[in-house]
């Protein structure tokens, strides 16, 4: 990365060339010494004197000694008498001995002067890169117009190591415009006094790539020879990731006060002395007490130290200030007394707060119960007047069907007996007036038994009293027998019955409960589907028989799907369909005792699946 940077360039030399700087200088002073000697015979020392100069400021020792001698030996050959000749008067070797002692002393005074020179560049090339390399932002603006003459490292990444050096700061920096900081520089230009900046919000970065950085700065006046200032120095660091991390701080301490202000749970925090430091205001609420009033003691001695019988309740026995020695949560129920001496039934979680492997604390979440102990009452009462109440349908249900059921069987078989003789004279007066009223009257006494078995099935599903008759059944002889005794009523609703099976399936199960769960079924079938085909499939498995009704009926609607295999469920309006809704629940009942499962498919418009999965092998319920 180029420096940004003003500064002038140092004459270097070598060894060589500062030898013969010295013989140049020295031959130069001879020369003009010649050219003058009329008008100075008295001082012919006087120009030598500055090539010694000359010499010693550029090369040091040596070169300063060299010009030295050799400017007492051409002073002594061409201008001391006798001239040209090296030969000194008595009278003469003073004047040369104090030449050599001045220009000595001259060469010493240019060498220490040299030296320190030299040093002083040394510790200012050091400042300069302590600047340029510093973490800090440093820079330096001269005159009014607050010119860039220094840019560190730091400062220049952070515009985008954009050109800054020669150029005033509002041309260099526009984007700083409408920001304050041209109008600080030009205060403390014009006051020469300082100012510091802290978390000021800068935008930074290149033209192309702007962002906005936060920074804390010192804008110096440079003070000039007269004591005003000649520019102002800039110093700061970018605080941006502070900023923003103590931003984010303070929104979770937001967000954390405004969870705790709003909690229903009373939420308290105690220090290692059991001290209560914290306490929200559903604690507050809770307990009758304020903070102020608990900071002084234990939080035990204001809300836990009596018992319901009055008895004290000592503090090393509280599960709660047992988490802060022990380390460990603690969560129970317990009783509380409240400020105005009111007991009142609580739960809580005390947690230990864990630093470094020491506890310093504990956190408490407490919540008042008495509501939930009356709702918990309230609901105890009316589960207990709910399966009263369920106790009394259930034995409703049963009486109603037994005096239902017994004078069906009679009714039954006396229609069946009218029926006979009609069948002895069809053609009888008597035959064509009652054969049709007959024949539906032992249709509506058929559907009035079958409803009068499903309330006793479901009487003796809730009671547990649901018992199978296992016996080697084959499901294709069952569903051949049932599927003949729905022909009539396929006739009536105009629906084609088809079977479709393999061959024997069979398995150890209750054959008058299989009949019952197909009659439910293909009522279903023909109920929703009149009109349209229906069509019934019997398939095994290796341990598994599968049975299949299919209908293109009115379809079941997806939100009804879950619901109608529960008691008195329908998917339809009983104004347009008959029935309890009892059908399905049954069904589901007796598959689910014989250890298999029926599910239910359907599309609105396009008709119903139902699938029956039953184990070859039952076991007795």
């Not at 949560?329 to 007991?343: A, L, P, T, W």
């Not at 084609?496 to 197909?518: F, T």
Request: proline residues 6%; contains cysteine.
């Amino acid at each position: 990365m180029t420096v940004q940077v003003r500064q002038g360039r140092e004459w270097g030399s070598a060894p060589l060339l500062t030898y013969g700087f010295a013989l140049l200088v020295t031959l130069g002073a001879l020369l003009l010494q010649l050219s003058v000697y009329a008008y100075i015979r008295t001082t012919p020392f006087v120009l030598f004197f500055g090539a010694v100069m000359l010499s010693g400021w550029k090369g040091g020792w040596g070169p300063g000694l060299l010009s030295t001698g050799l400017s007492a030996l051409v002073a002594d050959y061409f201008f001391l008498p006798p001239r040209y000749a090296f030969s000194v008067r008595p009278e003469e070797r003073l004047s040369v001995l104090l030449f050599i002692v001045i220009a000595t002393l001259i060469t010493r005074l240019n060498v220490r002067e040299r030296a320190a020179r030299a040093e002083a560049e040394v510790e200012r090339a050091r400042l300069r890169d302590l600047f340029m390399n510093a973490p800090a932002i440093i820079a330096i603006h001269r005159g009014p117009e607050h010119v860039y003459e220094f840019s560190n490292h730091r400062n220049t990444q952070l515009l985008g190591n954009r050109e800054l050096l020669g150029k005033p700061v509002r041309q260099a920096q526009p984007e700083l415009e409408g920001q304050g900081f041209y109008e600080l520089l030009d205060r403390v230009y014009r006051t020469g006094e300082t100012y510091t900046g802290t978390e000021a919000p800068a935008n930074v970065g290149s033209p192309e790539q702007p962002r906005t950085g936060y920074f804390n700065f010192v804008y110096q006046p440079l003070l000039g020879p007269d004591g005003r200032p000649e520019g102002v120095l800039v110093f700061g660091f970018e605080v941006t990731e502070q900023v923003q991390s103590r931003r984010r701080l303070e929104d979770t301490e937001r967000r954390l006060a405004a969870i705790t202000r709003n909690a229903t749970l009373g939420l308290f925090m105690m220090d290692a002395r059991q001290h209560c430091v914290f306490m929200n205001p559903a604690a507050e609420k809770i307990t009758g007490f304020t903070l102020a009033e608990v900071q002084g003691g234990p939080l035990h001695d204001f809300i836990h130290h009596t018992r319901p019988d009055g008895t004290p309740y000592p503090m090393w026995e509280c599960p709660i200030d047992r988490a802060l020695p022990t380390r460990a949560q603690e969560q129970g129920e317990d009783v509380f007394i409240r400020k105005d001496g009111g007991f009142y039934p609580v739960a809580f979680t005390a947690s230990p707060i864990i630093e470094e492997g020491r506890a310093v604390g504990t956190v408490i979440e407490l919540k008042d119960t008495t509501e939930d102990m009356r709702r918990e009452a309230e609901r105890e009462h009316l589960l207990t007047e709910l399966t009263e109440a369920v106790r009394l349908r259930d034995e409703f249900l049963s009486v109603a069907s037994h005096e239902l059921n017994t004078p069906l069987t009679p009714l039954s078989l006396r229609l069946q007996a009218l029926a006979r003789l009609t069948d002895v004279e069809p053609g009888s007066p008597l035959a064509a007036r009652l054969g049709r009223e007959v024949e539906e009257m032992r249709r509506q006494v058929k559907r009035l038994a079958a409803l009068v078995r499903d309330l006793l099935d479901v009487s003796r599903i809730s009671t547990g009293r649901l018992t199978l008759q296992l016996e080697e059944v084959d499901l294709a002889e069952v569903s051949r027998e049932v599927l003949a005794r729905f022909n009539l009523e396929a006739e009536r609703a105009e629906s084609r019955l088809s079977l479709h099976v393999e061959g024997p399936v069979v398995g150890q199960w209750d054959r008058l409960r299989l009949e019952q769960v197909l009659v439910n079924l293909l009522s279903n079938a023909l109920k929703y589907g009149a009109g349209k085909p229906v069509q019934v499939r019997v398939e095994q498995a290796e341990d598994r028989a599968r049975l299949v009704v299919r209908d293109e009926g009115i379809g079941i609607p997806p939100e009804a799907l879950g619901r109608i295999f529960d008691r008195f469920e329908r998917a339809v309006s009983e104004r347009n369909y008959g029935g309890l809704g009892l059908g399905l629940y049954v069904t589901r009942q007796v598959i689910d005792a014989m250890g298999g499962r029926v599910t239910a498919q359907s599309t609105p418009g396009q008709g119903a699946l139902f699938i029956v999965e039953l184990p070859r092998q039952t076991s007795k319920r």
